[in-house]
């Protein structure tokens, strides 16, 4: 069975740049989470769907990130313009449902903003 | 105060040992309780879930203290595959609280 799927798994971008993160997640699964990992904050949730419906985006840094999910098999994050201090790991996961379900990671886009 | 708490270690154990990490959680109305895993560079896998009664999985043995609010993993007879970052994870609400995880290295 196919996991979730991210692309690109790795990302070099100048900054000012526009990056567009891709991640489906697995069939069945309604719920869609989007992560960033740094060595400094650990694990932060940036925003999650339920349904595709966008949930809590609390955890958005800025406004110059955004995200979408127009149907059950996909959803995008996008930076628009791109800064060095982006430069992290995006991991996506999805789950049956929200609340106490277990989450499934995709592998990560390594994004590194020069 | 953070919501989830983990020693970062790294904990350095030799094979064959015996090594465990807790964990303590704040919020008293979490219901759901997890431990994943994360090598290096990889995205974090769900090792198990934990449940109130604790529950085993091979070598590996969860327990909840719901009245001290903390979490505990026990690895039996370390091998060097076990070397990794151990999350841990409770459900508060509608979505997931990651801890920033223990380090494992286990040696020859």
């Known amino acids: 069975d196919a996991g979730v799927i991210q692309s690109p798994r790795h990302e070099v971008t100048e900054m000012g740049q526009e990056v567009t993160l891709r991640c489906k997640p697995i069939?069945?699964?309604?719920?869609l989470f989007w992560y960033r990992q740094t060595m400094m904050r650990g694990l932060e949730l940036l925003i999650y769907?339920?349904?595709?419906?966008?949930?809590?985006d609390s955890g958005m840094p800025e406004d110059r990130f955004s995200a979408k999910m127009p149907n059950a098999s996909f959803s995008t994050l996008k930076i628009q313009p791109s800064e060095p201090r982006d430069s992290a790991v995006y991991f996506c996961?999805?789950?049956f449902g929200l609340g106490g379900y277990e989450q499934y990671f995709g592998p990560g886009t390594r994004l590194t903003v020069t | 105060r953070k919501e989830v708490e983990q020693d970062p270690g790294p904990f350095n154990v030799p094979e064959g040992a015996t090594v465990a990490f807790n964990c303590t959680y704040s919020?008293?109305?979490?219901?759901?309780f997890f431990w994943y895993r994360q090598d290096c560079r990889k995205e974090p896998k769900l090792l198990m879930s934990?449940?109130?009664s604790g529950n085993e999985d091979g070598r590996f043995t969860a327990q909840l203290n719901r009245a001290s609010q903390y979490i505990s993993l026990l690895i039996r007879d370390s091998k060097l595959s076990d070397s990794a970052t151990y999350l841990c994870v409770v459900n508060p609400t509608d979505k997931l609280i990651f801890g920033t995880g223990t380090r494992l290295q286990v040696f020859p």
């Open positions: 996961a999805s789950s």
């Open positions: 919020n008293s109305a979490s219901q759901s």
């Open positions: 934990v449940y109130s």
């Open positions: 769907f339920n349904n595709n419906v966008p949930i809590d």
């Open positions: 069939s069945g699964h309604n719920s």
